[in-house]
């Protein structure tokens, strides 16, 4: 009995494109070479660059092809090779001796690539048009290798045509690039990569649905070769029905509705809903790391969502997010970035996504969402913004910290992990309630905003004045209303004699900015003690200082009297010489021997 063999061929090389019209998703470059091929204007090198799968080599090919073909009685390079003479075929099956693809990964050394290409170039071709050498992945040639082949592309034969493909163009050094036509591909879009997957299906009669499809070329990158790589994969896993539960599956995926449970969970801030995402994650087996990867592209899907220019990544993504700026989203996401960074290489890595998500949700905090709310009450337009959790269901969850999405009262103490569920008509007296405290409280925080504003302004005006922006910057404020209090630590009174002197300029600067006047003055620390009044000479009492000439008005001391600093021993001038005493009635200050 004789039994049959087929050899398998993976989606990949079966449908690789073998025209330029079965190219997807790079229709400019293929448009050009076939305007230049038709009209001669042939290159003697050409650089590909760009993401991985998605048709350097397979363009590389068809251009060689397109140069060689002589099929359909062509004698002269054509736009639309036949694919079926002895050129076509031999170059589709990497056979054809005068079309040479060298991977320049595995041969970086200088003497490889004289051997390869520089002691051949020269020769004439063996049969075909033009001698054509493909350079895959040329990034990784080494510099001296790069120097022998510069002299070599810059001033080739004429039967001689290089085609360059990288996907790190800047590796690539300027003296080789600027002698080549740079062609840049890039990644396909989730449509483009879905449209071809959904065709190749019916050749293969293979029932893929359109989501299933949309998840293999979204997990693709870009590539089309990965995502025929996922469909291969997706065929030995389903069989001939692939739906996207099984390519879920067959992923590791996340399911939609606990990545929506975890949005919920950060938005809200609702601890416990967190902690259940991750004892399902724990329970069903999902893997952490692709759980936070799912969640963090999430995000930014719904960061464009808030912007309007995404779909929804789940059903109910609008409700989820209302009442949430996307500045918060984007925060999230990045955090979430990071944290993936960190979680990598734990010993437990489900304990410390978690712990680090709670990290990142205590951290991030919607601020437009919460000045917009003060701004909307300080204009008496009530809230409508209740969230998910709103009066309409029969329970409320409640932490400690306002939530972006419904209303919630301004706290001062940190924030706390005990929740309280209340029922329903209670919830409705609750936020009455914290509309009135956030109504009593909106003016004093805006002024507090106002001040730290008017403040930060003030610090840019006078960063040019040494002697005030070095005042400032020593200093702590506190703000009440129309009047600003400026305390010094210990350690820094000496600040207060200058900034004494400066109150007017600072006043001044601070009605010019604000447009009302505000009072500035200097307060007395806790940790400072007052100095205790001492008896001084009749001599220092007396003693009238000398006219000082101002020599600038940022001098900090000019103006400033130190009598009080002055101590003297009753009776320590008796025994001095009058000429001594004279000096110290014009200078006030002490003798010390």
């Given at each position: 009995?004789?039994?049959?063999s087929?050899?398998?061929?993976?989606?990949?090389?079966?449908?690789?494109?073998?025209?330029?019209?079965?190219?997807?998703?790079?229709e400019?470059?293929?448009?050009?070479?076939?305007?230049?091929?038709?009209?001669?204007?042939?290159?003697?090198?050409?650089?590909?660059?760009?993401?991985?799968?998605?048709?350097?080599?397979?363009?590389?090919r068809?251009?060689?092809?397109?140069?060689?073909?002589?099929?359909?009685?062509?004698?002269?390079?054509?736009?639309?090779?036949?694919?079926?003479?002895?050129?076509?075929?031999?170059?589709?099956?990497?056979?054809?001796?005068?079309?040479?693809?060298?991977?320049?990964?595995?041969?970086?050394?200088?003497?490889k690539?004289?051997?390869?290409?520089?002691?051949?170039?020269?020769?004439?071709s063996?049969?075909?048009?033009?001698?054509?050498?493909?350079?895959?992945?040329?990034?990784?040639?080494?510099?001296?290798?790069?120097?022998?082949?510069?002299?070599?592309?810059?001033?080739?034969?004429?039967?001689?045509?290089?085609?360059?493909?990288?996907?790190?163009?800047?590796?690539?050094?300027?003296?080789?690039?600027?002698?080549?036509?740079?062609?840049?591909?890039?990644?396909?879009?989730?449509?483009?990569?879905?449209?071809h997957?959904?065709?190749?299906?019916?050749?293969?009669?293979?029932?893929?649905?359109?989501?299933?499809?949309?998840?293999?070329?979204?997990?693709?990158?870009?590539?089309?070769?990965?995502?025929?790589?996922?469909?291969?994969?997706?065929?030995?896993?389903?069989?001939?029905?692939?739906?996207?539960?099984?390519?879920?599956?067959?992923?590791?995926?996340?399911?939609?509705?606990?990545?929506?449970?975890?949005?919920?969970?950060?938005?809200?801030?609702?601890?416990?809903?967190?902690?259940?995402?991750?004892?399902?994650?724990?329970?069903?087996?999902?893997?952490?790391?692709?759980?936070?990867?799912?969640?963090?592209?999430?995000?930014?899907?719904?960061?464009?969502?808030?912007?309007?220019?995404?779909?929804?990544?789940?059903?109910?993504?609008?409700q989820?997010?209302?009442?949430?700026s996307?500045?918060?989203?984007?925060?999230?996401?990045?955090?979430?970035?990071?944290?993936?960074?960190?979680?990598?290489?734990?010993?437990?890595?489900?304990?410390?996504?978690?712990?680090?998500?709670?990290?990142?949700?205590?951290?991030?905090?919607?601020?437009?969402?919460?000045?917009?709310?003060?701004?909307?009450?300080?204009?008496?337009?009530?809230?409508?913004?209740?969230?998910?959790?709103?009066?309409?269901?029969?329970?409320?969850?409640?932490?400690?910290?306002?939530?972006?999405?419904?209303?919630?009262?301004?706290?001062?103490?940190?924030?706390?992990?005990?929740?309280?569920?209340v029922?329903?008509?209670?919830?409705?007296?609750?936020?009455?309630?914290?509309?009135?405290?956030?109504?009593?409280?909106?003016?004093?925080?805006?002024?507090?905003?106002?001040?730290?504003?008017?403040?930060?302004?003030?610090?840019?005006?006078?960063?040019?004045?040494?002697?005030?922006?070095?005042?400032?910057?020593?200093?702590?404020?506190?703000?009440?209303?129309?009047?600003?209090?400026?305390?010094?630590?210990?350690?820094?009174?000496?600040?207060?004699?200058?900034?004494?002197?400066?109150?007017?300029?600072?006043?001044?600067?601070?009605k010019?900015?604000?447009?009302?006047?505000?009072?500035?003055?200097?307060?007395?620390?806790?940790?400072?003690?007052?100095?205790?009044?001492?008896?001084?000479?009749?001599?220092?009492?007396?003693?009238?200082?000398?006219?000082?000439?101002?020599?600038?008005?940022?001098?900090?001391?000019?103006?400033?009297?130190?009598?009080?600093?002055?101590?003297?021993?009753?009776?320590?001038l008796?025994?001095?010489?009058?000429?001594?005493?004279?000096?110290?009635?014009?200078i006030p200050?002490?003798?010390?021997?």
């Amino acid at each position: 009995m004789q039994e049959s063999s087929t050899t398998y061929t993976s989606l990949a090389n079966k449908y690789r494109p073998q025209t330029f019209e079965d190219m997807v998703g790079q229709e400019s470059i293929s448009k050009t070479l076939q305007n230049a091929l038709k009209s001669g204007r042939i290159a003697h090198a050409y650089l590909f660059y760009g993401p991985r799968g998605c048709g350097k080599t397979t363009t590389a090919r068809i251009l060689a092809k397109a140069l060689n073909c002589t099929g359909n009685g062509n004698t002269k390079p054509t736009s639309s090779p036949c694919g079926k003479c002895a050129q076509c075929t031999e170059i589709s099956q990497s056979a054809d001796l005068d079309v040479l693809e060298l991977d320049a990964a595995s041969n970086t050394q200088v003497e490889k690539v004289r051997e390869a290409i520089l002691d051949t170039v020269a020769l004439a071709s063996t049969r075909d048009r033009f001698k054509v050498f493909i350079l895959d992945e040329v990034h990784m040639l080494s510099t001296s290798s790069f120097n022998a082949l510069l002299k070599t592309i810059e001033e080739p034969p004429a039967h001689v045509v290089f085609i360059l493909a990288t996907t790190e163009k800047h590796k690539v050094p300027a003296t080789i690039v600027s002698r080549c036509q740079t062609f840049r591909f890039r990644p396909l879009t989730v449509d483009e990569i879905t449209e071809h997957l959904l065709d190749l299906s019916g050749a293969e009669n293979i029932d893929l649905t359109p989501a299933a499809a949309k998840v293999i070329a979204k997990n693709a990158g870009g590539a089309m070769r990965d995502a025929l790589t996922l469909l291969d994969r997706a065929m030995a896993f389903c069989g001939s029905r692939i739906d996207e539960k099984l390519v879920g599956e067959m992923l590791g995926l996340t399911p939609d509705e606990l990545i929506k449970q975890a949005v919920e969970a950060l938005v809200q801030k609702d601890q416990n809903g967190l902690h259940h995402v991750f004892e399902t994650l724990q329970t069903e087996g999902f893997d952490a790391n692709s759980f936070l990867k799912d969640l963090k592209n999430t995000l930014g899907d719904l960061f464009y969502l808030s912007l309007g220019q995404a779909s929804e990544p789940f059903d109910g993504a609008k409700q989820s997010i209302a009442g949430v700026s996307a500045g918060f989203l984007a925060q999230l996401s990045r955090k979430i970035n990071k944290l993936i960074e960190e979680v990598k290489f734990a010993d437990n890595v489900l304990v410390s996504a978690e712990v680090g998500l709670f990290t990142v949700m205590e951290s991030c905090l919607d601020i437009d969402a919460f000045v917009r709310r003060l701004e909307a009450l300080e204009k008496g337009i009530p809230s409508q913004e209740q969230g998910p959790s709103g009066p309409s269901h029969p329970s409320v969850t409640r932490t400690s910290l306002p939530e972006p999405s419904k209303t919630s009262s301004v706290r001062k103490t940190a924030p706390s992990s005990t929740t309280q569920t209340v029922a329903k008509p209670a919830a409705v007296s609750n936020f009455s309630t914290e509309e009135e405290e956030l109504t009593k409280v909106a003016p004093a925080l805006a002024a507090s905003i106002s001040n730290r504003q008017v403040w930060d302004k003030m610090l840019k005006y006078f960063e040019k004045s040494p002697f005030v922006y070095d005042v400032m910057t020593n200093c702590s404020v506190r703000f009440e209303e129309d009047e600003w209090t400026l305390l010094f630590a210990p350690g820094k009174e000496f600040y207060q004699i200058p900034a004494q002197n400066k109150l007017a300029d600072l006043e001044k600067s601070a009605k010019e900015i604000s447009g009302r006047t505000i009072r500035i003055k200097l307060g007395s620390s806790s940790q400072t003690a007052s100095k205790p009044e001492v008896s001084k000479s009749k001599a220092i009492k007396n003693a009238k200082p000398a006219k000082q000439t101002v020599i600038s008005s940022e001098e900090p001391f000019v103006n400033a009297s130190f009598e009080k600093d002055v101590v003297a021993t009753p009776g320590s001038l008796q025994n001095t010489p009058e000429e001594v005493q004279d000096v110290l009635e014009v200078i006030p200050g002490e003798l010390l021997a």
